[in-house]
């Protein structure tokens, strides 16, 4: 018998869609809570790179999106003036017959989350949060939003950079920093050449292009933005166009393309991680929660992804509640410390401009170390 039989979920983003699909997978009851009062899914696209399309295989939910997404082998560096310095050949994790690499809308992938996680007998609750919680050896009893109380064998908090239960459980330690760059988004119709994941990169700056669908793809780049100013959002597409001004190759053919700054995604980036274990007692934090970090390494969602899938195993395996989160921890800390640490060591980079900072190495240590098994 599990130790552990029914979890709320605080949050109905990528991680805890997926920890609710995991463990509802496992037989363990689920009730899912999520303040926004729609499904409604911040940004335009997300990279599921090999290690990500591996456990997506693993939760059953791959074959469910291929169709919407577009699969990809490689990831090319390319300098700002768009000559290519490396191609690095994708590994197929999930088996020869899946892509080593996946781009996807974010709206195409919370589709199929949100409906699995209800089909597989999740229950959500949209526009609820929790107020409280109060635990003892044998559950936790919190005290929703919406003045319903419910007791549960584990919380999990899988609410994002600004989590509430983050909050409840640690106080005030732990505060999102900015770190001194922003990262903008725009969509354009795919380049017929654009079938990998291209970025863009030297000492002024970095950019990238991600294939999401036959007719689709995105453009990224980040920008030192000292001081995290207000950006007015008509200005938007503007302001991204000069922030480009750098770049020649395909990125500086789209360049003039941005027009409509309604359609430009622009996110200050923010991070924090959690340098001790991730739970006490019976409440744990995962995904952002825990160890939100930038996007240079394009690697936050799928540590959030893989959180869920380790949580699901811990869980059903042997022992006492508090040697299942150990071992938990054991298995996720310093992964999702090294995603984190090296992330926001490479956007330093770009904002001191260092010439010498081996962009190239770093992300083939990356695709090396989140190759190896979880």
Same mark, same amino acid.
């Given at each position: 018998?599990?130790?552990?039989?029914?979890?709320?979920?605080?949050?109905?983003?990528?991680?805890?869609?997926?920890?609710?699909?995991?463990?509802?997978?496992?037989?363990?009851?689920?009730?899912?809570?999520?303040?926004?009062?729609?499904?409604?899914?911040?940004?335009?696209?997300?990279?599921?790179?090999?290690?990500?399309?591996?456990?997506?295989?693993?939760?059953?939910?791959?074959?469910?999106?291929?169709?919407?997404?577009?699969?990809? %082998?490689?990831?090319?560096?390319?300098?700002?003036? =768009?000559?290519?310095?490396?191609?690095?050949?994708?590994?197929?994790?999930?088996?020869?017959?899946?892509?080593?690499?996946?781009?996807?809308?974010?709206?195409?992938?919370?589709?199929?989350?949100?409906?699995?996680?209800?089909?597989?007998?999740?229950?959500?609750?949209?526009?609820?949060?929790?107020?409280?919680?109060?635990?003892?050896?044998?559950?936790?009893?919190?005290?929703?939003?919406? =003045?319903?109380?419910?007791?549960?064998?584990?919380?999990?908090?899988?609410?994002?950079?600004?989590?509430?239960?983050?909050?409840?459980?640690?106080?005030?330690?732990?505060?999102?920093?900015?770190?001194?760059?922003?990262? &903008?988004?725009?969509?354009?119709?795919?380049? =017929?050449?654009?079938?990998?994941?291209?970025?863009?990169?030297?000492?002024?700056?970095?950019?990238?292009?991600?294939?999401?669908?036959?007719?689709?793809?995105?453009?990224?780049?980040?920008?030192?933005?000292?001081?995290?100013? &207000?950006?007015?959002?008509?200005?938007?597409?503007?302001?991204?166009?000069?922030?480009?001004?750098?770049?020649?190759?395909?990125?500086?053919?789209? /360049?003039?393309?941005?027009?409509?700054?309604?359609?430009?995604?622009?996110?200050?980036?923010?991070?924090?991680?959690?340098?001790?274990? &991730?739970?006490?007692?019976?409440?744990?934090?995962?995904?952002?929660?825990?160890?939100?970090?930038?996007?240079?390494?394009?690697? =936050?969602?799928?540590?959030?992804?893989?959180?869920?899938?380790?949580?699901?195993?811990?869980?059903?395996?042997?022992?006492?509640?508090?040697?299942?989160?150990?071992?938990?921890?054991?298995?996720?800390?310093? /992964?999702?410390?090294?995603?984190?640490?090296?992330?926001?060591?490479?956007?330093?980079? %770009?904002?001191?401009?260092?010439?010498?900072?081996?962009?190239?190495?770093?992300?083939?240590?990356?695709?090396?170390?989140?190759?190896?098994?979880?």
């Amino acid at each position: 018998m599990n130790t552990v039989n029914n979890v709320l979920i605080v949050g109905g983003g990528i991680g805890g869609l997926c920890a609710a699909i995991a463990l509802r997978r496992k037989g363990i009851a689920v009730e899912l809570v999520e303040l926004k009062t729609e499904w409604t899914v911040y940004g335009v696209g997300i990279i599921q790179q090999s290690n990500v399309v591996r456990e997506m295989h693993r939760l059953g939910l791959l074959d469910a999106y291929l169709d919407a997404a577009f699969a990809f %082998e490689d990831v090319a560096i390319y300098s700002t003036t =768009g000559q290519q310095l490396v191609r690095i050949p994708g590994q197929r994790l999930a088996g020869p017959e899946y892509p080593a690499n996946v781009g996807i809308s974010r709206r195409a992938l919370h589709k199929v989350l949100s409906e699995t996680a209800i089909a597989l007998g999740t229950q959500v609750h949209l526009g609820t949060s929790i107020d409280s919680f109060k635990q003892d050896e044998a559950g936790v009893d919190v005290l929703f939003s919406d =003045g319903r109380q419910g007791r549960f064998d584990l919380l999990v908090g899988a609410d994002g950079l600004f989590s509430k239960v983050r909050s409840l459980l640690f106080g005030d330690i732990y505060q999102p920093h900015f770190t001194g760059q922003s990262v &903008w988004r725009y969509n354009f119709k795919r380049s =017929g050449g654009l079938d990998h994941l291209a970025n863009y990169q030297g000492p002024a700056g970095n950019a990238g292009l991600v294939p999401l669908a036959d007719d689709l793809m995105y453009l990224f780049t980040t920008s030192h933005e000292p001081g995290n100013p &207000w950006k007015e959002q008509a200005h938007l597409a503007t302001e991204l166009r000069e922030r480009l001004a750098g770049f020649g190759g395909l990125i500086g053919e789209l /360049r003039e393309q941005i027009t409509d700054s309604a359609e430009v995604v622009y996110k200050p980036l923010e991070a924090v991680f959690i340098d001790e274990p &991730w739970y006490r007692g019976r409440v744990l934090v995962i995904g952002d929660a825990a160890h939100a970090t930038t996007p240079h390494l394009g690697q =936050g969602a799928g540590m959030a992804i893989e959180d869920a899938v380790v949580l699901a195993e811990e869980l059903t395996a042997d022992g006492t509640l508090e040697a299942q989160l150990q071992r938990f921890m054991a298995r996720r800390f310093e /992964r999702c410390k090294y995603i984190s640490e090296m992330s926001l060591l490479a956007g330093a980079k %770009e904002v001191e401009r260092d010439p010498s900072f081996d962009r190239i190495g770093l992300v083939k240590q990356m695709l090396e170390v989140t190759a190896r098994p979880i």
